[in-house]
C-alpha cells in the first residue's frame, strides 16, 4: 500500500473511532457502510479552494436522515467553519436576485478537538445522471442562473463578498494556470508541451476576455456529486466552493465534466450559449474550459507520485484522456466518441471494488 | 400628424444612452439598454455611457465606462464628467432610471441645459429617502417619461423551438416601443 493511503486509513480509522463516540453521545447513529471514505476519497483535494482532511459519514437521528462532516484536521476545521459561513452570508447578499437552497442544518459543533457539522439528509427520487436530458438541462440552467444572478460590481459589493467567499481576477487566473502547466511538466514529463505552451498563449492573450466575466458568484466544483435534487428544488450540498470569479469557470467544470458522463447534456448546454448569451460570453466560457481541464490534468498529475498499482495506471489514462479532452477543446472540436469509450473501459477495469461502491448512485 | 412623426422618427439622430447596468451586467434592464441601442443604431447615431470595465460591444455603437470599482462618490463625480463631456455632441439624451445616473443627469442638465428623457426600465423600489427624493426630482426635470419596457427577448432552448407567435410578439413589442422613444425623442 502507498504512503498517501496508508496515511488516509490510519487518519480515517482513528478519526472514526473518536467522532463515533462523541456522535453517539450527541443522539446520532452511524450506519454500518460508510461509501464517502473508501476508495479514491484519501486522493480527494482542491487544487484551488480553501480544503482540508474530513470525514464525510452518513448517519441518522431523531429528525431523519443525516449527512455527517467531521474532522480534527486544522484545515479541514477551516473548511467546515468557511462552508457554514459562506451559507449564512449567501442568505443576506442584497445584490443576488436569486439563492441556492442549502440542506437544514442540524447541529454544527466544535468541541473536544473535533468540528462536527450534521445537516439532514436530502433524499432525491431519482440520481441527477438517470434524469432525462431535457430536465437535466433545465435543473442546471435554472442553477447557473442562479449563480450569475449574483454579480459583485461595486467597491461596496466587493467590501462585503472578499471576507468570507474570496474573488479571483483574470491576473489570478493567470497565475493560477501558470501554476498548474509548471507542476503538470514537473509531475508528468511526458505530457505535450507544446498543448500547454499553446493554452497558457490564448488564456494571456485574452486577460480582458476573462476580467469582462469576473465579478459573479461561481460554484468552482459544481458538478452532480455536489448538489441534489428534490421536489424539482437543487440543495447545495458544498458550500466551500463557492467565490467570486468568471462567471464560467462552475460552467466549465460541469461542461467538461459532463463530456465524460453525459455528452449530451454537454451540448445541450453549449448549444444554448451559442444561441442565446454573447460572443464574448462564448469566448469567455471557450477559455475557462482550457483552464478547468489543464487544472484537471495537474490534479492528476499530482497524485502520480501518489498512487501504485492500478490506481496509478488509472492516474496515468486519466492524465492522457484529459489531455485528448484539452488538446480537442484547444481545436474547438468535441473529443472523439472513441476515446471517450476507451477510457470508460480502461477506467472501469481498474477501479478497485471500494471504488466502484463509492460511485454507485454518486452522480 | 402622423406624417411628421414618421418623418421626425427618420432623421438621424445623435443620442446618448445613459445607464447603471450594461452587460456583463444581467439585470433585465441591462439586457435592455443593450438590445435599445442595437436597434437604434440602425437609424441614429447612439452612444451608452455605463457604469462597469468591460462593456459588451455592439456593433456601431460607441460605449464609454465609468469603473464601479471606486468609491460611490468618486464614481459619480466621474460619471457626471463623462455625462457632460458626451452630452454635448449629444442631440438627445436618454437615461435609465436609478439615482447613480439620475443625480449625475440631474447637474448635467442644469450645468449644459441639456433635457434628457427619463426610462424608467428598473421598477425596483427605491429603499431610502435619498433615492425616493432623487427619483422624484429626476422625473420632475425630465422632458419626457417613459414607462413601457419591451417584451424580454425569448430564450431559445436546445429542446424546444420557439413558437412563431413568440417570435412575432417579441418584435412587435419592441416596434413598439422604438416607436414610442422615437417620438418622444423627436418631440424632446
Known sequence: ?363 | MQVDSHNARLEMMKILIATALFPPDVAPVAVYTKELAQRLATTHEVHILAYGRFPEQVPGVAITTVSKRHPLPTRLVLFLIALMRHARHADRIVIENGASVELPALFAALLTQKPYILHRGDRTVPTSRMRVLIERVAQRYARRIIINLPTPRPERLPFAALTEETETSYERSWQAHIRELEDALAYA
Not at chain 1, 431523531?62 to 452570508?89: F, M, Q, Y
Not at chain 1, 467544470?253 to 458522463?261: A, E, P, S
Open chain 1, 1 to 363: 500500500m502507498h504512503n498517501a493511503e496508508a496515511e488516509w486509513k490510519e487518519y480515517r480509522d482513528a478519526e472514526l473511532a473518536r467522532a463515533t463516540s462523541v456522535l453517539t453521545a450527541l443522539g446520532f447513529t452511524l450506519d454500518a457502510e460508510q461509501p464517502h471514505i473508501q476508495g479514491e476519497r484519501f486522493l480527494m483535494h482542491a487544487l484551488t479552494t480553501k480544503s482540508g482532511r474530513k470525514l464525510i459519514l452518513r448517519g441518522s437521528h431523531a429528525r431523519g436522515r443525516v449527512i455527517i462532516k467531521v474532522t480534527s484536521d486544522p484545515d479541514g476545521k477551516r473548511e467546515l467553519r468557511h462552508e457554514r459561513e459562506c451559507r449564512r452570508v449567501l442568505d443576506e447578499i442584497r445584490f443576488a436576485y436569486g439563492i441556492f437552497r442549502s440542506p437544514e442544518e442540524i447541529l454544527f459543533s466544535e468541541s473536544n478537538g473535533l468540528t462536527i457539522s450534521v445537516t439532514l439528509f436530502i433524499d432525491q427520487e431519482q440520481a441527477f445522471l438517470d434524469r432525462a436530458v431535457e430536465e437535466q438541462f433545465a435543473l442546471t440552467l435554472a442553477a447557473f442562473k442562479a449563480q450569475e444572478s449574483a454579480h459583485a460590481t461595486t467597491y461596496e459589493h466587493y467590501r462585503l463578498v472578499e471576507g468570507t467567499f474570496g474573488s479571483i481576477d483574470a491576473d489570478g487566473y493567470i497565475r493560477s494556470l501558470r501554476g498548474f502547466i509548471t507542476s503538470i511538466r514537473t509531475h508528468a514529463l511526458d505530457t505535450r508541451t507544446e498543448m500547454f505552451t499553446a493554452v497558457e498563449q490564448q488564456f494571456t492573450e485574452n486577460r480582458d476576455r476573462i476580467e469582462q466575466y469576473c465579478g459573479f458568484l461561481t460554484h468552482v466544483d459544481f458538478v452532480p456529486h455536489n448538489f441534489r435534487i428534490h421536489d424539482g428544488n437543487m440543495y447545495l450540498l458544498d458550500h466551500s466552493s463557492l467565490r467570486f470569479g468568471n462567471k464560467h469557470e462552475g460552467w466549465a467544470r460541469f461542461l467538461n465534466f459532463m463530456t465524460l458522463h453525459n455528452p449530451a447534456l454537454e451540448h445541450a448546454l453549449t448549444w444554448y450559449v451559442e444561441h442565446n448569451r454573447s460572443p464574448e460570453e462564448w469566448e469567455s466560457l471557450a477559455l475557462m474550459r482550457l483552464y478547468r481541464l489543464t487544472e484537471l490534468i495537474c490534479f492528476y498529475a499530482s497524485l502520480l507520485s501518489k498512487t501504485e498499482g492500478d490506481l496509478h495506471r488509472l492516474t496515468k489514462t486519466r492524465v492522457h484522456f484529459w489531455s485528448d479532452v484539452l488538446a480537442a477543446r484547444l481545436e474547438n472540436r468535441d473529443v472523439d466518441a472513441s476515446i471517450i469509450n476507451a477510457y470508460r473501459d480502461t477506467r472501469d477495469a481498474l477501479r478497485s471494488p471500494e471504488e466502484k461502491r463509492r460511485q454507485i448512485g454518486l452522480h
